[in-house]
């Protein structure tokens, strides 16, 4: 470990008392406990098919085999492991992926600094993340822009501030104005500052990934994340069945170190994978498989995440698209296998292919949304911010989907038929002929009976003319600007806020600055 990393961890004072301490008497702004549903999952695939597609995808790997590039250390494990390996192509006999991914968990916790935000990440919950990647933001003011630092920590700060969400994602933009090389450390300092959220580790090359778990021992204390999980990462895969060696290394780092990783294949559809969604859901499969079972053989027992990126094409143009029919069908149906497989699922997000915060973009995000909810989705990255297929975090946006994930909480919480859900009292007070507005059941109900949004206008016309008739967009310019406005970052003990300072500053000064 670094001294920097030692010096954090001395200043923690008793294994993190003192941030204990601080935490406790800092500022801390409302959140939604991660949603735990109580409505059932859809299921579109029968047993039939279900067994039709898992016998294929083994067949894909026992005979077309994946590829794990420039990696000799994951092909001599592969071969120790049982499989055959010819060259960088792996061929991994039936069921043997499938008895390595035994060994995953189907459920864990990731702490946040703040234990209060704490997420479960499996079975019946569902936990929120913001977007992650865009090279562009864009905003109502100032237009589509490369994105900035100070982009990527107003974003963090309006994760944090923002009720539903449950976690401060990661690459929330890509900051072009700071160095490859040297970004991720200025990304993980604003999540670790900034919020006191659960957050993601970098994983654009396998020291970048080091980084992250040093300056995670900084922020918890060596000990407790050897112990826990603190963090998760995004480990896609470079579909169709191939597994090159920057992901696969940040993997590693991340497996060996007891966190989390989310294995997901990367598939737009007609061009990535088969445009059928059968024929989908047999490649997402196999790659899962494959990708879980390499992470078990660096350390059985690591947490990892089935995950399903999927998107169609448009025939005509080549671009992808969101919010379709398809997308739901491959979306439904690997939740159903995942659960069959015994992890973890991540799918779903705020997915439109709109150039701004429009119409179009609301109708494909809502079904984007809805979509996993019922798919039994347990870790949604992109939930908020997504524009332009991913290329843009819009500010409006972000907070206009925030405000929308809150109708998840409320359907995820399905119908009480207890006494107080069932009404009779009300229906007996006001018989016939009358109204509810006064009756005893609607005062003891009111605040608490429907999701009221924070954004969206119910105002009479009238109102709404004379404030300047407002549309959407403006609404969520004027509520981001007030967010920021109103923030203020949570308590840090300032013997790790150094630490980590120093740590990052001795890392910028190790190397020059790369922007390739």
Same mark, same amino acid.
Not at 58 to 73: A, H
Not at 106 to 116: G, I, V, Y
Not at 489 to 514: M, N, T
């Given at each position: 470990?670094?001294?920097?990393?030692?010096a954090g961890r001395r &200043?923690?004072g008793g294994?993190?008392?003192?941030?204990?301490?601080?935490?406790?008497? %800092?500022?801390? @702004?409302?959140?939604?406990r991660?949603?735990?549903?109580?409505i059932?999952?859809?299921?579109?695939l029968?047993?039939?098919a279900l067994?039709?597609i898992?016998?294929?995808?083994e *067949?894909?790997?026992?005979e077309?085999?994946?590829n $794990?590039?420039?990696?000799?250390g994951a092909l001599a494990?592969?071969?120790?492991?049982?499989?055959?390996?010819?060259g960088e192509?792996?061929?991994?006999?039936? %069921?043997?992926?499938?008895?390595l991914? &035994?060994?995953?968990? #189907?459920s864990?916790?990731?702490?946040?600094r703040?234990?209060?935000?704490?997420?479960?990440i499996?079975?019946k919950s569902?936990v !929120?993340?913001?977007v992650y990647?865009?090279?562009?933001?864009? =905003?109502?003011?100032?237009?589509? /822009?490369? &994105?900035?630092?100070?982009? @990527?920590?107003n974003f963090v700060?309006l994760?944090?501030?923002?009720?539903?969400?449950?976690?401060?994602?990661?690459?929330?933009?890509?900051?072009?104005?700071?160095?490859?090389n040297?970004?991720?450390?200025?990304?993980?300092?604003?999540?670790?500052?900034l919020?006191?959220?659960?957050?993601?580790g #970098?994983?654009?090359?396998?020291?970048?990934?080091?980084?992250?778990?040093e300056m995670?021992?900084?922020?918890?204390g060596?000990? $407790?994340v050897d112990q826990? *999980?603190v963090?998760t990462?995004?480990i896609n895969?470079n579909?169709?069945?191939?597994?090159d060696?920057?992901?696969m290394?940040?993997?590693?780092?991340?497996a060996?170190?007891g966190?989390?990783a989310i294995?997901?294949? $990367?598939?737009?559809?007609?061009a990535?994978?088969?445009?059928?969604?059968?024929?989908?859901?047999t490649?997402?499969?196999?790659e899962?498989?494959?990708?879980?079972?390499?992470s078990?053989l660096i350390r059985?027992?690591a947490?990892?995440?089935?995950?399903?990126f999927v998107t169609?094409?448009?025939?005509?143009?080549?671009?992808?698209?969101?919010?379709?029919p398809?997308? &739901?069908h491959i979306?439904? %149906?690997?939740g159903?296998?995942?659960? /069959?497989?015994g992890?973890?699922?991540?799918?779903?997000g705020?997915f439109?292919?709109?150039?701004?915060?429009?119409?179009?973009a609301?109708?494909?995000?809502?079904?984007?949304?809805?979509?996993a909810l019922l798919a039994?989705?347990? $870790?949604?990255?992109h939930a908020?911010?997504?524009?332009?297929g991913?290329?843009v975090?819009s500010?409006?946006?972000?907070?206009?989907?925030?405000?929308? !994930?809150?109708t998840?909480h409320?359907?995820?919480? %399905?119908?009480?038929?207890?006494?107080n859900?069932?009404g009779m009292?009300?229906?007996?007070e006001v018989?016939p002929?009358?109204h509810?507005l006064?009756c005893?059941? *609607?005062?003891?109900n @009111?605040k608490?009976?429907?999701? /009221?949004?924070d954004?969206?206008?119910?105002k009479?016309?009238?109102?709404w =003319?004379?404030e300047?008739?407002?549309?959407?967009e403006?609404l969520a310019?004027e509520?981001v600007k007030?967010l !920021?406005?109103?923030y203020q970052?949570?308590? !840090?003990d300032?013997g790790?806020?150094?630490a980590?300072?120093?740590?990052?500053?001795?890392?910028?000064a190790a190397?020059?600055?790369a922007f390739?």
């Amino acid at each position: 470990m670094s001294d920097v990393a030692t010096a954090g961890r001395r &200043a923690r004072g008793g294994g993190g008392g003192a941030a204990r301490r601080a935490e406790r008497t %800092g500022i801390s @702004f409302d959140t939604a406990r991660f949603i735990e549903r109580n409505i059932p999952n859809f299921e579109i695939l029968n047993e039939e098919a279900l067994q039709i597609i898992e016998w294929n995808a083994e *067949t894909v790997l026992e005979e077309i085999g994946v590829n $794990f590039l420039e990696n000799p250390g994951a092909l001599a494990l592969w071969k120790a492991a049982g499989a055959d390996v010819r060259g960088e192509r792996v061929h991994i006999p039936r %069921g043997l992926a499938r008895k390595l991914c &035994a060994t995953a968990p #189907s459920s864990f916790t990731q702490h946040a600094r703040n234990p209060e935000r704490n997420v479960e990440i499996g079975g019946k919950s569902l936990v !929120l993340a913001p977007v992650y990647g865009p090279p562009f933001v864009r =905003d109502r003011e100032g237009g589509r /822009r490369y &994105a900035t630092i100070e982009d @990527f920590r107003n974003f963090v700060k309006l994760g944090y501030m923002s009720k539903w969400l449950h976690h401060s994602g990661g690459t929330v933009c890509e900051p072009t104005d700071v160095a490859v090389n040297k970004r991720h450390l200025d990304m993980l300092h604003a999540h670790m500052t900034l919020s006191d959220k659960p957050f993601m580790g #970098s994983v654009t090359e396998p020291v970048r990934a080091a980084d992250s778990v040093e300056m995670a021992k900084i922020l918890f204390g060596s000990d $407790f994340v050897d112990q826990n *999980t603190v963090m998760t990462s995004l480990i896609n895969i470079n579909s169709p069945l191939t597994f090159d060696s920057v992901m696969m290394g940040a993997l590693e780092v991340y497996a060996k170190a007891g966190q989390a990783a989310i294995i997901s294949p $990367f598939i737009v559809g007609g061009a990535m994978a088969p445009v059928t969604v059968a024929g989908t859901l047999t490649q997402v499969l196999a790659e899962v498989l494959a990708g879980v079972a390499y992470s078990q053989l660096i350390r059985p027992g690591a947490p990892v995440i089935f995950g399903a990126f999927v998107t169609s094409i448009d025939m005509n143009s080549g671009a992808p698209t969101f919010g379709t029919p398809e997308a &739901a069908h491959i979306t439904y %149906g690997a939740g159903q296998l995942a659960r /069959r497989l015994g992890l973890p699922y991540r799918s779903g997000g705020s997915f439109c292919g709109s150039k701004l915060p429009d119409a179009q973009a609301a109708y494909e995000t809502s079904n984007s949304l809805n979509m996993a909810l019922l798919a039994g989705v347990n $870790f949604m990255l992109h939930a908020c911010g997504w524009l332009e297929g991913g290329l843009v975090s819009s500010y409006e946006k972000f907070v206009m989907d925030a405000d929308q !994930l809150g109708t998840l909480h409320h359907l995820a919480k %399905g119908v009480s038929v207890d006494e107080n859900g069932q009404g009779m009292d009300a229906i007996r007070e006001v018989g016939p002929g009358g109204h509810y507005l006064g009756c005893a059941h *609607t005062q003891a109900n @009111f605040k608490t009976a429907f999701w /009221r949004s924070d954004l969206l206008d119910y105002k009479p016309f009238e109102t709404w =003319d004379e404030e300047g008739a407002r549309d959407t967009e403006q609404l969520a310019s004027e509520r981001v600007k007030k967010l !920021l406005g109103d923030y203020q970052a949570p308590a !840090l003990d300032e013997g790790i806020r150094e630490a980590l300072d120093a740590y990052v500053a001795q890392k910028k000064a190790a190397e020059p600055d790369a922007f390739i």
